[in-house]
């Protein structure tokens, strides 16, 4: 006699999650992408008609370069929409809705990592990872010295190490001249995934590249894995969390 088990259709949960994710999404309405110039930046076009964002405000990008990378996610769309996938405009949203009316608070929120950069604390052991922070913050904390004149205090495992008066306030003053919401947005993106406005404003400035930063806010991470084993869920979780990261990236390299 057969068991009951083999009269019952099997069920993957994780493909009723995805369906019932995708009946929850809008359909695609449009045909044809383009960019379109107008007084203030460039906005993108879905078959003539200029998109919005969530709060209904125009969604204008400020250089065509950046304009045609974010259209492209427009033209990328399947049946659905579906954020998750459009990087690049949920910062833009988010920067158009959020950021842009409080551009002074955002500012100061990625001041507030100078006092405690992720750069400035050094391991005491194992000398593997003394080396490593080395090779990859130093040169960051070089450029700062040379570019801006800022001069950080190191401080040996995680006691709190107080920044000089004078460095905190011109690290202040320069993220609060950056006028744009969109560049801030990306940068505090850049910042808060990083623990390091030193590595945001480098990266920002054009001193490094997405994957030096990237991994030098890695290097303890990387480390422990090389000496540990590696972390399959933490690989995947740092997966998607590089998929936003690389479009803030792409943002501040747009400007």
Known sequence: MSSESEFKPVIDPIAMARRDLKKSLPKRFWKDVTCVAEENGFAIHLDGRPTRTPARAPLILPTRALAEIAAEEWREVGDYIDPATMPITRIVNSALDAVAKRQSEVAEDCARYAGSDLVCYRAEDPQRLIERQSLHWDPVLAWAKDTHGWRFTLAGGVVHVAQPEETLSSVKTHL??????????????VTTMTGSVLLALSLAEGAFGPTAIWNAAHVDEDVQMEIWGRDAEALERRKHREIEFRAAATILAGF
Request: zero cysteines.
């Open 176 to 189: 609060h001249a950056i006028t744009h919401p969109v560049r801030l947005s990306a940068l505090h993106v």
